[in-house]
T-cell receptor, first 114, second 112 residues
C-alpha cells in the first residue's frame, strides 16, 4: 500500500507570492491533516479535513487555507507569502480522523520564501 | 506556554547503551501519546501509540509508557544502534479528532 504522497518536495517562492501544496493520503483514508514545522516553533497543527469538510483549524492567519476533494486528496494554499512562512509542511492521513487514531505522515514539502 | 516538553533536547550515547527519552505534558485533556521518529529533512515515522486505557506499548527494542496522572511518557530504547540516530518526537492527542500537540523533540546521536 502506497504511503502518504506530498508534492512538490521543494519549493522556492518570493514574498507576496502564493503557493499550493498537494497531499495524497493512503488509499482508504478519509482524514487529512496539515502541520507546519519550523526550527523555532516546532510542529504546529494547521487544519484537518474529513469528507471534504474542514473539521478543525489551528491558530494560523487566514492566509493559510485548504480544501479536500472527493477522492480525499487535499491541497493547502498560502497567499501573500511572508519570510516566516518558510517551513516544512507535513501532511498526515488516517482512516476516519477519530480520536485516538494513528496518523501516517508524508515526507513533507520544504517551502523557502525569499 | 509549551503544552508538551521533552527532556533532554539532545543526547549523545555510545552504541549498545540503553537509553530513556522523556516527555511531559501539562494539559490534562491530552488522552493518548504517540512517539515519532524524524530523520533530517524527512517526514515523521510513527513508532508507538499508547491509548488512554493503556500504560505501555512495545515494539522490538522500543518500549513506551504513559502515566496520565503525572503527565509523563517515556520512550526506552534498548541496545542502541547508530541507525537509531534521529530526532524523536512525542505528541499528545487532544480533542474530538486526532489532532496532535507535539513536543519539542530530542535529537539522539548514537556513536559507533
Amino acid at each position: 500500500k502506497a504511503g502518504v504522497t506530498q508534492t512538490p518536495r521543494y519549493l522556492i517562492k518570493t514574498r507576496g507570492q502564493q503557493v499550493t501544496l498537494s497531499c495524497s493520503p493512503i488509499s482508504g483514508h478519509r482524514s487529512v491533516s496539515w502541520y507546519q514545522q519550523t526550527p523555532g516553533q516546532g510542529l504546529q497543527f494547521l487544519f484537518e479535513y474529513f469528507s471534504e469538510t474542514q473539521r478543525n483549524k489551528g491558530n494560523f492567519p487566514g492566509r493559510f487555507s485548504g480544501r479536500q476533494f472527493s477522492n480525499s486528496r487535499s491541497e493547502m494554499n498560502v497567499s501573500t507569502l511572508e519570510l516566516g512562512d518558510s517551513a516544512l509542511y507535513l501532511c498526515a492521513s488516517s482512516v476516519q480522523g477519530s480520536r485516538g487514531e494513528k496518523l501516517f505522515f508524508g515526507s513533507g514539502t520544504q517551502l523557502s520564501v525569499l | 506556554k509549551q503544552e508538551v516538553t521533552q527532556i533532554p533536547a539532545a543526547l549523545s550515547v555510545p552504541e549498545g547503551e540503553n537509553l530513556v527519552l522523556n516527555c511531559s505534558f501539562t494539559d490534562s485533556a491530552i488522552y493518548n501519546l504517540q512517539w515519532f521518529r524524524q530523520d533530517p529533512g524527512k517526514g515523521l515515522t510513527s513508532l508507538l501509540l499508547i491509548q488512554s486505557s493503556q500504560r505501555e506499548q512495545t515494539s522490538g527494542r522500543l518500549n513506551a509508557s504513559l502515566d496520565k496522572s503525572s503527565g509523563r511518557s517515556t520512550l526506552y530504547i534498548a541496545a542502541s544502534q547508530p541507525g537509531d540516530s534521529a530526532t524523536y518526537l512525542c505528541a499528545g492527542g487532544k480533542g474530538a479528532t486526532n489532532k496532535l500537540i507535539f513536543g519539542t523533540g530530542t535529537l539522539l546521536a548514537v556513536q559507533p
